[in-house]
């Protein structure tokens, strides 16, 4: 096995696991150990991998464990959300370090999300002081179509100014370091697979539920991303041809049907007809309609409407990829057993017993600050693999 070869072989693996010891390398690479351990050597030296357990060439029974030098550089990570804008510094590892949010502003142009993202770096930069100096990259999450290739943001339907821009290229030339960008979705899809480490065996899909809804799908720690880069935008397949219209400007997407918008209009039709409902548009959240559903019986019947529309989807989803785990995140994950019992009997009836026998509908594992995070770490593995 070529030594550039085994370096990046035993590289992935760990930015995969976390950490590994050299008898694992050696079992999983099926490289001679000799060659194993010189290339772990070389890593070691280049300050890219450490050994803390390591005291000397004999270590007793039980191997140390290598991971990832924490200080050897850092990364910074941006969630641009339709709501607000978080911020991470993660060091080598993908621990956090700092951390930064600002609430959304009005978004009427570009200039005012530039200076939204502006501000969050800007204030990741003061926490960070002089040890923003070990940061190296910057890794952006975008709440719309990307094309990761070139740096550019296609379209956020909702976050308005947000369209053909080069965010790659203005985060590059503004911060004088290299910039990543993802699309949200792809970040998180990302993290739920890392977040789950060695228990994850197989594929994962994701699926995000808030204002807009999203996807993505990662095997062997690789996210798919199709030919031009704009893959897993499972919220504008249509469910309904003679559907409402969707921002996007088709008819009948997922999202127009179970987004906030497709929801907010369910609830103006109930209201309209004349329906006994506690819901109210003047009150309206999506965690205060699934507070709702729990109750009120027309606000039950839209979630389950909801729910049926997404396990529709999903059905596509499942029987083109074929996951081992669904996860679930968003605020309409709060509709609970009620979401995940309507999305497994559509999957029941639409796809072969086969894919769905064994698979597992789960919800996040994410935190708030977990996008960015994982934003700063695809751009850690970038440098890395560009090392």
Known sequence: MKKDYLRSAILNLILTRGDATRPELVKTTGARAASVFEAVDELKQAGILCE???SGRRTGRKA???????EHFWCAGIDFQVRRTVGTVVDLSGAIRYRAELPAGKRGSLDACRNEIRAVLSELRKQAGSSWSLVRGIGFADPGLVDVKKGLSIR???VPG????????WLSSENGMPSGIWPEGQVKTFMEYLLRGREMNGSLFHLGMDDGIGGGFIKDGECFVGDTNQAMEIGHIVID???PLCQCGNRGCLEALAGEAGIRRRIREAISSGVDTILNL?????PYFTECAKHDKTANIIAGEVSESIGRALAVAVVLLNPSVIVLCGELTGLGDLLLESIHR??????????VRDL???FSRLDKYDTARGAAVMMRNQLLRGE
């Not at 140390?64 to 924490?70: D, K, Q």
């Not at 947000?162 to 290229?169: A, I, S």
């Open 52 to 54: 803390p357990d390591r």
């Open 156 to 158: 956020a339907v909702n």
């Open 346 to 355: 559509e999957l029941t009836r639409s796809c072969f017993s086969g894919t």
């Open 282 to 286: 003047e009150q309206f959240s999506i």
């Open 360 to 362: 597992k509908l789960e």
């Open 241 to 243: 041809p003679s559907g």
């Open 162 to 169: 947000w369209e053909n821009v080069r965010t790659g290229e």
């Open 64 to 70: 140390p464990r290598l991971c990832l030098n924490p």
